[in-house]
């Protein structure tokens, strides 16, 4: 008869608080990696709608040419929260509420230039992108070099740059045979080689977003100037002690958020098919859906953090969310029940955001490890 020993009792007792440590870590993982959970969302987000779609709940098929079509306003909200990514993560206080603004006014500057004065679509486009620019850098200027707090500032120009596109538009949309051809600039098409069998994908995807995504990348992740907007948002006083022209850093990061809602601005023009006085400022605006997408992606309100990931899936997940919305609450009221939902995210965003900073404040030090720094053979 073989004896057991104690050791042997107590080895399957061991494993299960293995298996649940385990477990915690991949929870613990989801949770911390923002991009991972926003894509958990994602497929949750379609799995329950189908759910809803095969139970007859929804008044329209959702399949994959319904999320390909709703594409379309996912070009704009994309471009502009990764105009707010610049902005918010160049810190104190870092926000542009006149991104909206600016969309509407570069749109009407491009349709005087293309429909009404003639030039080519090229040249009109580069002018409206340089245009939006120069409206975002007087927002720089007035925050980072005349110290006006960021969320004054551009409320301020909101109302300005929003005047001003009314005024020189005389309220009306601006349309034309050019412009109606410029549609062409955000239609759906058919992808090449693999696209038989798949859903058609507006033509802005590729013409608009993926350009400005991979500029975008390349300058915060492979430049100085991305290592130095990172670090005047994450420590301004440090960033200066280091060399870093901070005001000069923070005014391109409204520079640049001025010529991607100039970008934008052309693209409203081609998916409207006119330039519209109102195109990003129209019922709730483009402002604050771009700022929601940007916290909800990542993009620390405080500055100094932020990843391009995050934010194009937030904007995924917000763009499809309403689509959703709108099959299956019905009329006026499921126009109100995206604003809710778009609320209800900012403020999950944000809480989620407070959870994780106080998770890593709290966190022990790994053992082993020593919170201070020493230089290279000094002693402990």
Same mark, same amino acid.
């Given at each position: ?21 385990? /477990? ?5 993982? $989801? /949770? ?56 918010? %993560? ?17 749109? $009407? ?8 004065? =003639? ?22 200027? *007035? ?35 050019? $412009? ?10 058919? *992808?090449?080689? $693999? ?21 975008? &990348? ?22 200066? &002690? ?16 001025? !010529? ?45 953090? =932020? ?12 763009? &499809? ?9 019905? =009329? ?20 989620? =955001? ?8 709290? !966190? ?9 720094? %020493? ?6």
């Amino acid at each position: 008869m073989t004896a057991v020993t104690p050791t042997d009792r107590q080895q399957p007792n061991e494993r299960a608080p293995h298996k649940e440590s385990r /477990m915690r870590h991949f929870t613990g993982g $989801i /949770m911390k990696d923002r991009t991972v959970l926003l894509l958990v969302l994602v497929i949750a987000l379609i799995v329950v709608m189908t759910i809803l779609d095969l139970t007859g709940q929804t008044r329209a098929d959702f399949n994959s040419d319904y999320l390909a079509s709703s594409l379309i306003a996912y070009v704009p909200l994309a471009l502009l929260a990764i105009a707010e990514l610049f902005v918010i %993560t160049s810190g104190r206080g870092g926000i542009d509420l006149s991104v909206g603004s600016m969309v509407s006014l570069s749109g $009407i500057v491009f349709a005087m230039l293309f429909q009404q004065a =003639g030039l080519p679509v090229l040249v009109s486009i580069v002018l409206a992108v340089l245009f939006g620019a120069l409206l975002g850098a007087f927002n720089g200027f *007035l925050s980072a070099y005349l110290g006006f707090p960021p969320l004054i500032a551009t409320l301020a120009t909101f109302y300005g740059y929003r005047s001003i596109a009314l005024v020189i538009s005389d309220q009306r949309p601006i349309s034309g045979a050019e $412009i109606s051809e410029f549609y062409n600039a955000a239609k759906a098409i058919e *992808l090449p080689v $693999i696209g038989g069998g798949l859903p058609l994908v507006p033509l802005g995807v590729f013409t608009f977003l993926i350009p400005i995504a991979i500029v975008t &990348w390349f300058v915060l992740n492979r430049t100085a100037y991305g290592r130095s907007l990172y670090a005047i948002g994450t420590n301004d006083t440090a960033a200066q &002690w280091a060399g870093i022209d901070t005001r000069r850093t923070r005014m391109t990061a409204f520079v640049a958020a001025g !010529a991607i809602s100039g970008f934008v601005g052309v693209y409203t023009v081609a998916q409207f098919a006119s330039a519209r006085p109102d195109a990003g400022t129209s019922g709730g605006g483009m402002a604050l859906p771009a700022i929601t997408i940007a916290v909800l992606g990542g993009v620390a309100i405080t500055g100094g953090i =932020g990843r391009l990931s995050g934010v194009l899936l937030a904007a995924l997940l917000i763009v &499809w969310l309403n689509a959703s919305i709108l099959i299956v609450v019905p =009329g006026n009221d499921g126009a109100q029940a995206q604003l809710l939902a778009l609320g209800l995210v900012l403020l999950g965003a944000a809480l989620f =955001g407070q959870f994780t900073l106080r998770r890593k404040r709290l !966190a022990p030090t790994p053992s082993g490890t020593s919170p201070i720094a %020493t230089r290279p053979g000094a002693k402990p």
